[in-house]
């Protein structure tokens, strides 16, 4: 079982910046992307942005130019830079892992973390 843990969440003001972490544990032995996805009370879940093994990255393009994905692939994490945050970026974050195999299996599954708060208010 892949299990993801997300970190970072809290309170800002617009303008601000923060970082949002997730690191996955388990048995894995491959993960083809990892990315963030956000949820606003009312709202569907949307993808924030992505990246592939290889370094690939896609963002939604509502934070184009503002928030920045990063993967370290060793380690199994992926973090979320998030700058000039809007009121309308609030939400609750999940780290999200696709297609992720765990050794000696012939599955791929996708994981999800608990999700974190993220609220921009002043």
């Known amino acids: 079982q892949v299990q993801l843990v997300e970190s970072g969440g809290g309170l800002v003001q617009p303008g601000g910046s923060l970082t949002l972490s997730c690191a996955a544990s388990g048995s894995i032995f491959s993960i083809n992307a990892m990315g963030w996805y956000r949820q606003a009370p009312g709202k569907q879940r949307e993808l924030v942005a992505a990246?592939?093994?290889?370094?690939?990255?896609n963002y939604a393009d509502s934070v184009k130019g503002r928030f920045t994905i990063s993967r370290d692939n060793a380690k199994n994490t992926v973090s979320l830079q998030m700058n000039s945050l809007k009121p309308e970026d609030t939400a609750v974050y999940y780290c999200?892992?696709?297609?992720?195999?765990?050794?000696?299996?012939?599955?791929?599954?996708?994981?999800w973390g608990q999700g974190t708060q993220v609220t921009v208010s002043s």
């Open positions: 999200n892992a696709d297609r992720a195999i765990e050794w000696g299996s012939l599955y791929e599954y996708d994981y």
């Open positions: 990246i592939t093994t290889a370094g690939s990255a």
